[in-house]
Nanobody
Framework: QAQLVESGGGLVRPGGSLRLSCTAT????????VGWFRQAPGKEREGVAC????????YYADSVKGRFTTSRDNFGKTMYLEMNRLKSEDTADYYC???????????????????WGQGTQVTVSS
């Protein structure tokens, strides 16, 4: 059974860093693009980043560009979201999501991903 399991969330001070992990089981991860989304309290879910399946191209929301980096380890079936210089507005539940293929030009739409993790909470607060 296909499954995504996230980890790495927690409480961090503004300016700090966290690394989220998303491990895939039950499917051939190499052929799937992986997206990160987040949902803050009272807000809609938004796309954070996407990494393509074949060439590893990455795409980021403007709000995190230069601070967040996504990468993937196909052998270990794990993808990562390295988050640096965190701000209070980064506080949210973070989700990884997958779908076969590369990231499309408009990559941050939820319906473009069929597999979702359970989410991990990130709180940025002093």
């Amino acid at each position: 059974q296909a499954q995504l399991v996230e980890s790495g969330g927690g409480l961090v001070r503004p300016g700090g860093s966290l690394r989220l992990s998303c491990t895939a089981t039950g499917f051939i991860f190499d052929y799937y693009r992986v997206g990160w989304f987040r949902q803050a309290p009272g807000k809609e879910r938004e796309g954070v980043a996407c990494i393509s399946s074949y060439d590893g191209s990455t795409y980021y929301a403007d709000s995190v560009k230069g601070r967040f980096t996504t990468s993937r380890d196909n052998f270990g079936k794990t993808m990562y979201l390295e988050m640096n210089r965190l701000k209070s507005e980064d506080t949210a539940d973070y989700y990884c999501a997958t779908e076969p293929g590369d990231c499309p030009p408009i990559w941050d739409l939820e319906h473009l991903y069929s597999g979702w993790g359970q989410g991990t909470q990130v709180t940025v607060s002093s």
